[in-house]
């Protein structure tokens, strides 16, 4: 059986913390730190205040030499334009160690929208 992209995103939300845009606002004022898996394009063209970057394509890659991932028990906020990359980061954040990820339900989409 093959799956879809879509059957996979829907099967790693079974096992994320989703947040609503309302939650992640007030996770980001405590110790809580977000965490843009979009294209670099997607950055540069608006992302949520203090956010660091590292794209979805490269997460696995690149998270363990970042300075700021070094605690794996520091919460992470992952987000995306709309939840489905953040929640396949999210799982494999988990899978690398690290206690407390959360995905942005509905991105960064749903955050400009709350604004």
């Not at 494999?92 to 995905?103: F, R, T």
Request: glycine letters at 6%; proline letters at 3%; aromatic letters at 8%.
């Amino acid at each position: 059986m093959t799956l879809s992209v879509f059957d996979l995103v829907k099967t790693a939300k079974e096992v994320i913390n989703e947040v609503s845009v309302e939650k992640a606002k007030n996770m980001l004022e405590d110790n809580t730190i977000a965490l843009d898996v979009r294209e670099p394009a997607e950055f540069e063209s608006g992302h949520i205040n203090n956010a660091r970057h590292l794209p979805r394509g490269v997460l696995e890659f690149k998270i363990a030499d970042h300075p700021d991932f070094q605690d794996l028990e520091r919460p992470i906020l992952v987000y995306c334009k709309t939840g489905g990359r953040s929640a396949l980061a999210a799982v494999a954040l988990q899978q690398l160690g690290y206690l407390n990820v959360y995905s942005l339900a509905g991105g960064f989409d749903a955050w400009q929208q709350y604004e």
